[in-house]
């Protein structure tokens, strides 16, 4: 709201559902390519923001991503909330992506370069 970087617009044809709301069918659609859009642009939270709660029928918990670089694969920890996808042929983690700090939406994939 104070200085815009972008805009999203989702149109919903023929909606299906039981509810057809905006709020229940496009909003989530929206906060998730707005969550994923300020993490790509790098635009930090604000200080004294209100936390992000998930409604767990409506919405996917967020995780934290975690620094794996330097690790050696095989002490790398599987989580079931999220998956870790392992590219390269070497024994240690040179790069990962997201990067450190980012947020995933759980379900999502932490791709890490060796």
Same mark, same amino acid.
């Given at each position: 709201m104070d200085d815009p /970087?972008?805009?999203v617009y989702i149109a919903i044809e023929n909606a299906h559902n039981a509810i057809q709301y905006g709020g229940t069918t496009v909003g989530p659609?929206?906060?998730e390519v707005i969550s994923d859009a300020l993490g790509i642009l790098k635009i930090p939270s604000r200080e004294n923001?209100?936390?992000f709660n998930a409604?767990?029928?409506i919405d996917? /918990?967020?995780y934290k991503v975690e620094n794996y670089i330097g690790l050696d694969i095989s002490n790398i920890k599987r989580t079931i909330n999220y998956n870790i996808i392992i590219r390269g042929?070497?024994?240690k983690v040179i790069s990962q992506m997201p990067e450190v700090g980012e947020w995933i939406v759980e379900g999502g994939s932490i791709i890490l370069y060796t």
């Open positions: /970087k972008l805009a659609m929206v906060k923001e209100i936390p409604r767990l029928w996917k /918990k967020i042929t070497g024994n």
